[in-house]
């Protein structure tokens, strides 16, 4: 279970305070997938980050009885001076895992030959999201947390086999998605929210997210 209580979180701009929640309660139950429909700079990333505990709230609290991914794509704890085979064993290690098995996944995954050996602030922006997608992807969680949904590279092998596993996973998972497209909640979730104003708006179904989404924007 993923739980906010009373959440509140605000940024201030320079000109005025921008409200991303204003004393927000919902519950994320494992089995029933969630995704939260927001025009671009509504606070999309903000929420998922909070989820993954990246950010703290303001006020309230955040509360989580499981097991919550880092956001998909999520490049805070790779390190740009060490190799792909260096991080991914420090992320293992930071999970309780084994880095044996986290380094060998990611490299047969990502599929970046050499470059894995290498720093991995010498890689292209495709090799950089094959790589951390693929860190995601060697952890088993409870909840996956997609901002905008999942990435997409130039290398057609690489989405083949990341999107196969990934909808293995989410059979047996749960995953939050933010999106600002109502299109890319339909790959995963049933039940939508709606940010707006600082308000969440919960709906059973995404069909009436929807209605209140299109009315909105």
Partial sequence: MLE?????????TGKTRKVILDRASFRVELGRSLGILAPNGAGKTTIINMMAGLEKP????VRKTCRVSFPLGFMGGV????????????I???YGLDPDYVEAFSRWLCGIAEYFD????????????????SLLLAMEFDIYLIDEGMPSTTDVEFNR???SILRDRLQSSTVIVVSHQP???EKFCRSAAVLRDGQLHMFDTLEEAKRLYDYAT
Wanted: without cysteine.
């Fill in 4 to 12: 906010f209580d009373t959440v509140s979180k605000s940024f201030w």
């Fill in 58 to 61: 303001d006020e309230g609290t």
């Fill in 79 to 90: 390190v740009p001076k060490h190799s792909g085979r260096e991080n991914a064993r420090y």
């Fill in 92 to 94: 293992a290690r930071l």
């Fill in 118 to 133: 290498m720093p991995v602030g010498t890689y292209s922006q495709g090799m950089k999201a094959r790589f951390t997608f």
């Fill in 161 to 163: 086999k990341a999107g």
């Fill in 183 to 185: 299109s890319t909640l």
